[in-house]
Nanobody
Framework: QVQLVESGGGLVQPGGSLRLSCAVS????????LGWYRQAPGKQRELVAS???????NYADSVRDRFTISRDNAKKMVYLQMYSLKPEDTAVYYC???????????WGQGTQVTVSS
């Protein structure tokens, strides 16, 4: 069973930066593809970034060139570095294991990101 705990969210002004962290409790971390999703009020949860076991990354068009996903297999952590934040980036952000069928397992509590002046 994979357990995930997100942290690092907060209130930031437009144009600011945040780094989200996700601690993953599992013995098979290096074998997992992982992703960051977000859910804004009244909207569906959407995948914003993913990273494979080999370190290949993919991004939603809305965050490409502003967000960077990375992983540290030794620490069993996955990160989302966010730059040039916009009010529309406001959402609860979640990390999750990814399979060929999409997200797999239980969602964590997420971390709130609010971009506002």
């Amino acid at each position: 069973q994979v357990q995930l705990v997100e942290s690092g969210g907060g209130l930031v002004q437009p144009g600011g930066s945040l780094r989200l962290s996700c601690a993953v409790s599992t013995t098979i971390f290096s074998f997992l593809s992982l992703g960051w999703y977000r859910q804004a009020p009244g909207k569906q949860r959407e995948l914003v970034a993913s990273i494979t076991t080999a370190g290949s990354t993919n991004y939603a068009d809305s965050v490409r060139d502003r967000f960077t996903i990375s992983r540290d297999n030794a620490k069993k952590m996955v990160y989302l570095q966010m730059y040039s934040l916009k009010p529309e980036d406001t959402a609860v952000y979640y990390c999750i294991r990814l399979t060929g069928s999409g997200p797999s397992g239980s969602w964590g509590q997420g971390t709130q990101v609010t971009v506002s002046s």
